[in-house]
Nanobody, 130 residues
Framework: VQLVESGGGSVQAGGSLNLSCAVSGYTASSAYMGWFRQAPGKEREGIAAIDNDMSTNYADSVKGRFTISQDNAKNTLFLQMNSLKPEDTAMYYC?????????????????????????WGQGTQVTVSS
């Protein structure tokens, strides 16, 4: 499985970025995928996930501002980030599971936990200035 993020950069507060994650060796629509971020000195945080029934989960910190989506034809995961804040500054990672358990109805609670994923991209940096 190979995951390659792109689309990061530096923006001012209130701006927008759209992150992409090109997926190979895994079919994005076969189970769930997620976006995580990690700021210096902080733990990795799950911020958005999407399952194969197109249900989505968001962390409270990004709800209403970020949107996760996927293009099944291109096997690509996206994260549209609007109304960016300085506290959104972090390295952003996409992730895919190994042997995903259960079904969308039973696994929703775990989708923002890093231990639910076994495959990670190299990350793309997002920096938001005030």
């Amino acid at each position: 499985v190979q995951l390659v993020e792109s689309g990061g950069g530096s923006v001012q507060a209130g701006g927008s970025l759209n992150l992409s994650c090109a997926v190979s060796g895994y079919t994005a629509s076969s189970a769930y995928m997620g976006w995580f971020r990690q700021a210096p000195g902080k733990e990795r945080e799950g911020i958005a996930a999407i399952d194969n029934d197109m249900s989505t989960n968001y962390a409270d910190s990004v709800k209403g501002r970020f949107t996760i989506s996927q293009d099944n034809a291109k096997n690509t995961l996206f994260l549209q980030m609007n109304s960016l804040k300085p506290e959104d500054t972090a390295m952003y990672y996409c992730a895919a599971p190994d042997g995903p358990p259960g079904s969308p109805a039973t696994r929703r609670w775990l989708l923002l936990h890093s231990w639910a994923y076994g495959n990670w991209g190299q990350g793309t940096q997002v920096t938001v200035s005030s």
